[in-house]
């Protein structure tokens, strides 16, 4: 379909298609931009991008999700935003002109399979493209360059003060295994699943809310917990660097045991959110490496606790899901996904009980929240490898 569509439209068949994947990231939730550990998988539904290197510096991009055509040259200077979903080629654009210079654009089509939503559809497009601009300008990348490219992307040019977790999830995955990353010291491993594992999918639910993250408290919470290890260099007559370039992962625990008490309670709450959660990946490695799966789920809800209590993102949807998940049989755990301010909470389920968990959390669901009727969905979805060229 998406390649009659770019025939339909240029007239010529497509060279290439790029398929980036959508993330979760079970536990390990609002603490990449402070340096802490995280975990993730990619799943079998994100970003198809058709395309074609052009003759020129041209860009020119249509989607079968949204509205209009996305034009402009990469040789030109970088653009401002103007608000539209074209804003995330000129962000990819931009990044990469940081190092590369860049001669020829792309044609092509693109769509994304679910809703847009906690699942970083914004770094799956922003990968893809970087991917598609570095193969038509003959730039080979590593997979961790293809990060970085993409993250900068997304924080200077979209203006979102985030981590590296989802296009680390987005580029590393392995579908049969658990990313885990250190993002202070960016190693990962892909822990692969225990033999004794019983199976297991990925529930996807949306709420029907959705709402752009710029616009959320994403960015001040970060703010906030710049503060708060700010604030416990400080008590403790430490040196300081500039905010921007402070976090909490290089004040230790013992640090915050001492000063929690002095600081606003709010910052306070942020960090405890950051050194509890830095224990629950730690032991849901563990969990997962022995395949106790219970255990991992238990520490995912868990996470998404200390997200509603400690970092205070969510909204009421999202919390009604994760009141009906806890106490659904077949689901191991799960929390809200990305940042938690709109769109979905994810869960890891025993494939058997997936009707069961569709009926009752629809069901449930709606009737708290009628008014999200023809928004409400759910999906099962499964881990799968990285953003990847498909061959045609
Ligand atoms: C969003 C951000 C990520 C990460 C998550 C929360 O998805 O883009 O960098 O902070 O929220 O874990």
Known sequence: MMKQAYIDHFGVEPQYHIFSPYRVCPIGAHVDHQHGLVTGFA????????????????????????????????QAPVQVKNHHWGDYARGAKYALKKRFDLKRGIRGVLKGSLPVGGLSSSAAVLVAYVMALAKANDISLTKMETIKIASEAEREYIGLTNGILDQSCIVLSEKHGLLFLDTATEEYRIIRRHPEMPPFELAIIFSGLTRSLVSSDYNLRVSECRAAAWNMLAYTH??????????????????FDMTAKQMPQRFARRAEHFYSEYRRVRKAVTAWESGNLELFGKL?????ESSIHNYECGSPELIAIYELMRTQEGVYGGRFS?????GACIALIDPSKREAIRERITTEYLKQFPEYAKTFEIHFCKPDDGARFIAL
């Not at 079998?44 to 020129?56: A, I, N, Q, R, T």
């Not at 995912?300 to 998404?304: D, I, L, N, P, Y």
């Not at 990305?338 to 709109?342: I, L, N, T």
């Open 238 to 255: 430490q040196p300081l660097k500039t905010l921007d370039k402070t976090f909490l992962r290089d004040v230790p625990k013992e640090i």
């Open 300 to 304: 995912s809800f868990e996470s998404c």
């Open 338 to 342: 990305g940042a938690g301010f709109k």
């Open 43 to 74: 799943f079998d539904k994100g970003v198809d991008l058709w395309f074609s290197p052009s003759e020129d510096s041209t860009v020119e991009l249509f989607s079968l999700s949204f509205e209009g055509v996305v034009q402009f040259d990469v």
